[in-house]
T-cell receptor, first 115, second 117 residues
Framework: DTGVSQDPRHKITKRGQNVTFRCDPISEHNRLYWYRQTLGQGPEFLTYFQNEAQLEKSRLLSDRFSAERPKGSFSTLEIQRTEQGDSAMYLC?????????????FGPGTRLTVL | AQTVTQSQPEMSVQEAETVTLSCTYDTSESDYYLFWYKQPPSRQMILVIRQEAYKQQNATENRFSVNFQKAAKSFSLKISDSQLGDAAMYFCAYRSEHGGSQGNLIFGKGTKLSVKP
């Protein structure tokens, strides 16, 4: 078990471009979460999946953001027409659905810089 | 909506001494979980300790323990015998047990802990 992995670790893009991030959860974990962390703040919830179903989306997730988890394995987070305000660390976490041990394991994050 | 407040942006402790990080939260729910996560510089976030709201006994994990005061909605973290490797950002987090937001964590803004040799 190698833990949660994210790719790329860093992304620099120009305003208006589209970017896509990937998250590979721990293999037996059904739940997958995306968070955004800006400088000096704690992570803020964006969306989560149980298997391939996207069950909840935060109001922070504007129409320019879309997330998928095909086949209930890895997930992608796409941001279209990036804005400077999208610059942040994007964190992925996974967990089991077991009620008593629902610890979320975090990946290293993708740091996005929009110029 | 639930909120988590960490009122100490930065804390400092001498190696081998004890430090307490504060956290308060606001909720109308009775069933929930509370967590402390550690985020070392440029490294991924890891769970330090967790507390179930229905448990009166404070959680302990080696040198880490919590003081959970449910009525006061307070959840502080005590680190004993501080080590250089404890230097990191510490985040307090809340998770509901019920309802539409089941599963996602609500974080405070964090406390940056420095450990002096």
């Amino acid at each position: 078990d190698t833990g949660v992995s994210q790719d790329p670790r860093h992304k620099i893009t120009k305003r208006g471009q589209n970017v896509t991030f990937r998250c590979d959860p721990i293999s037996e974990h059904n739940r997958l979460y995306w968070y955004r962390q800006t400088l000096g703040q704690g992570p803020e919830f964006l969306t989560y999946f149980q298997n391939e179903a996207q069950l909840e989306k935060s109001r922070l997730l504007s129409d320019r953001f879309s997330a998928e988890r095909p086949k209930g394995s890895f997930s992608t987070l796409e941001i279209q027409r990036t804005e400077q305000g999208d610059s942040a660390m994007y964190l992925c976490a996974s967990s089991t659905t077991d009620r008593g041990t629902n610890e979320q394991f975090f990946g290293p994050g993708t740091r996005l810089t929009v110029l | 909506a639930q909120t988590v407040t960490q009122s100490q942006p930065e804390m400092s402790v001498q190696e081998a001494e004890t430090v307490t990080l504060s956290c308060t939260y606001d909720t109308s729910e009775s069933d929930y979980y509370l967590f402390w996560y550690k985020q070392p510089p440029s490294r991924q976030m890891i769970l330090v300790i967790r507390q179930e709201a229905y448990k009166q006994q404070n959680a302990t994990e080696n040198r880490f323990s919590v003081n959970f005061q449910k009525a006061a909605k307070s959840f502080s973290l005590k680190i004993s015998d501080s080590q250089l490797g404890d230097a990191a950002m510490y985040f307090c987090a809340y998770r509901s047990e019920h309802g539409g937001s089941q599963g996602n964590l609500i974080f405070g803004k964090g406390t940056k802990l420095s450990v002096k040799p």
